[in-house]
């Protein structure tokens, strides 16, 4: 069993019992497949760093959410996330509002995703109007090999039935203008899960990414500042 394959183990009897005993008798295996997961992290970094600079301070600690959900406005009140999950940019780690990379590891449901999720209003305008004056070069960044051929569909949730106001209905990439997530995934297989060298496949997928997200950033960083 790979160190992948035990974090997903544990996040799967999560998932059955998730209440605070089990959890806490339970503790011990809990830090163990977290301290791996943060291993994992920091080795992706380090590895990543090489090609996007942006990252070479980037902790793993601050990269990590944590693993107690907020339960105070949901009907559902399991205290425990059934995944791992963490965010690479910088800088802030997983309180970023730049567009970076996401791990997610979870029982079934394992991916990579790359993007801004969930912006501001403001900075979505942003986002839509930049998309639209430069879909040239963001047609380009779509329809390199290696992005294509890892990364299929952006994040639809959320998106509108209807061009934006302020663009015209008749944009040949209008679609792109709906979108309330510029965020795409690419989903993890079972092989990848179970081999030893996880973490460098993490790195090729995301290294794919390094044009999407320069873009992005371009108009979040003049956004932000």
């Not at 544990?10 to 977290?34: G, I, K, P, T």
């Not at 390199?144 to 952006?154: C, E, G, I, S």
């Not at 709906?178 to 060298?197: I, Q, T, W």
């Amino acid at each position: 069993m790979t160190k992948v394959q035990e974090i997903l183990q544990y996040l799967s009897q999560l998932r059955q019992h998730n209440n605070r005993e089990w959890f806490q008798e339970n503790r011990a295996w809990y830090d163990r497949v977290r301290g791996e997961f943060e291993r994992m992290v920091e080795e992706a970094i380090a590895q990543m760093a090489v090609f996007d600079e942006e990252l070479k301070h980037l902790t793993a600690k601050e990269s990590m959410f944590r693993i107690y959900r907020d339960v105070r406005f949901s009907p559902d009140k399991s205290p425990y996330k059934t995944h791992f999950g963490a965010y690479l940019a910088a800088p802030g780690g997983r309180k970023s509002v730049r567009s970076g990379y996401y791990l997610h590891l979870e029982p079934g449901a394992s991916c990579l995703s790359v993007g801004v999720w969930c912006p501001e209003p403001v900075l979505l305008k942003a986002l839509r109007q930049s998309v639209y004056d430069n879909i040239d070069e963001l047609e380009d960044i779509l329809h390199a090999p290696d992005f294509a051929r890892l990364y299929k569909d952006f994040y639809e949730e959320g998106k509108l039935k209807t061009v934006p106001r302020g663009f015209p209905k008749d944009f040949p990439q209008a679609d792109l203008l709906k979108l309330r997530h510029y965020v795409v995934d690419h989903p993890v297989e079972d092989a990848v899960l179970a081999s030893d060298h996880f973490v460098d496949e993490v790195v090729r997928v995301f290294r794919a990414a390094l044009p999407f997200n320069r873009f992005l950033n371009y108009t979040v960083d003049e956004w932000n500042n």
